[in-house]
């Protein structure tokens, strides 16, 4: 039997961990690239050609860089400069020391952070978040013999981002593992039981919809300072009239807002539960030795 005393909070990227799209926030500043027509053009491509939206911004990007590419170890750098939400990377600090309490620790417990996004793995493996994550899944370019950017090597869309879900489930956290192959779920490193989601709107729907399926939590957040409140009302279809997630709160990451106490709670009970179990497992388990 796999000890499955690992608990996951698995986040998507852009406005779940950031007001902003991490193109807009490091990319566009640094190469004085215009996010109005960088982003008609994207859209121009999915609607008129087709072209799946991950693959579109990808191509985009390298269209107007054209014989200019950057290098990845250049992309890496500009995540320093990544912003995010209010309590980050603060909160990953304080979960790390104060999370547990010592009966969760004594048991082998631990939380881990993983993030799956849309955007470039490249900017998140630079970024102040990264110190803190298991693991990181994003959109990747291939070098050509001069480090540049030549050509998507791996292009993560919404629907995809499951697959990684099941990869965190099953352990498979290397590429070249094969996340199809069969594993018996008591063998399975982190269960969906033990599994946090926390997305912000319609593109996190397969991911809220997995975690649903298999008894998994999942949270959608929104931006507090959205004045049209465009985002809390993505948040607010997805949970009263949807019905995909239970759970939405403003994306502030702070001690005592909504949010932490929502991730601190379902953490508590999620190893409280692990604990419960392991201690059903052993005495039902135990065989008393005969008596004399």
């Given at each position: 039997?796999?000890?499955?005393?690992?608990?996951?909070?698995?986040?998507?990227?852009?406005?779940?961990?950031?007001?902003?799209?991490?193109?807009?926030?490091?990319?566009?500043?640094?190469?004085?690239?215009?996010?109005?027509?960088?982003?008609?053009?994207?859209?121009?491509?999915?609607?008129?050609?087709?072209?799946?939206?991950?693959?579109?911004?990808?191509?985009?990007?390298?269209?107007?860089f054209d014989m200019d590419r950057p290098t990845?170890?250049?992309?890496?750098?500009?995540?320093?400069?990544?912003?995010?939400?209010?309590?980050?990377?603060?909160?990953?600090?304080?979960?790390?020391?104060?999370?547990?309490t010592e009966e969760q620790i004594a048991h082998?417990?631990?939380?881990?952070?993983?993030?799956?996004?849309?955007?470039?793995?490249?900017?998140?493996?630079?970024?102040?978040?990264?110190?803190?994550?298991?693991?990181?899944?994003?959109?990747?370019?291939?070098?050509?013999?001069?480090?540049?950017?030549?050509?998507?090597?791996?292009?993560?869309?919404?629907?995809?981002?499951?697959?990684?879900?099941?990869?965190?489930?099953?352990?498979?956290?290397?590429?070249?593992?094969?996340?199809?192959?069969?594993?018996?779920?008591?063998?399975?490193?982190?269960?969906?039981?033990?599994?946090?989601?926390?997305?912000?709107?319609?593109?996190?729907?397969?991911?809220?919809?997995?975690?649903?399926?298999?008894?998994?939590?999942?949270?959608?957040?929104?931006?507090?300072?959205?004045?049209?409140?465009?985002?809390?009302?993505?948040?607010?279809?997805?949970?009263?009239?949807?019905?995909?997630?239970?759970?939405?709160?403003?994306?502030?990451?702070?001690?005592?807002?909504?949010?932490?106490?929502?991730?601190?709670?379902?953490?508590?009970?999620?190893?409280?539960?692990?604990?419960?179990?392991?201690?059903?497992?052993?005495?039902?388990?135990?065989?008393?030795?005969?008596?004399?």
């Amino acid at each position: 039997m796999t000890p499955q005393n690992a608990i996951a909070i698995v986040y998507d990227y852009d406005q779940t961990l950031s007001p902003s799209y991490m193109q807009e926030d490091v990319i566009f500043p640094a190469f004085g690239i215009n996010a109005e027509s960088f982003w008609r053009r994207c859209s121009n491509l999915v609607a008129e050609h087709g072209y799946d939206r991950e693959l579109a911004y990808m191509k985009v990007l390298l269209d107007t860089f054209d014989m200019d590419r950057p290098t990845n170890a250049e992309l890496k750098k500009l995540g320093q400069k990544l912003n995010f939400y209010k309590g980050l990377p603060e909160m990953f600090e304080e979960f790390r020391n104060h999370l547990l309490t010592e009966e969760q620790i004594a048991h082998g417990i631990r939380v881990e952070h993983y993030i799956i996004s849309s955007g470039l793995k490249v900017l998140l493996d630079g970024s102040r978040l990264q110190p803190y994550v298991r693991a990181i899944f994003g959109c990747e370019f291939a070098e050509d013999e001069q480090g540049r950017i030549i050509f998507p090597k791996r292009v993560i869309s919404h629907t995809q981002k499951t697959q990684f879900l099941f990869r965190i489930n099953k352990g498979l956290l290397d590429m070249w593992q094969d996340v199809n192959d069969h594993m018996d779920a008591e063998i399975r490193p982190i269960p969906f039981p033990n599994m946090i989601y926390v997305g912000d709107g319609p593109t996190d729907v397969p991911c809220f919809t997995v975690m649903k399926k298999n008894g998994g939590q999942a949270i959608a957040v929104y931006n507090p300072d959205d004045p049209q409140r465009v985002s809390f009302r993505k948040c607010y279809q997805l949970s009263a009239h949807a019905d995909r997630v239970k759970h939405i709160a403003p994306a502030d990451y702070r001690p005592n807002t909504h949010l932490r106490l929502l991730l601190e709670q379902m953490v508590e009970e999620t190893a409280n539960r692990i604990i419960t179990q392991r201690k059903e497992a052993i005495e039902t388990g135990t065989i008393p030795a005969p008596k004399h």
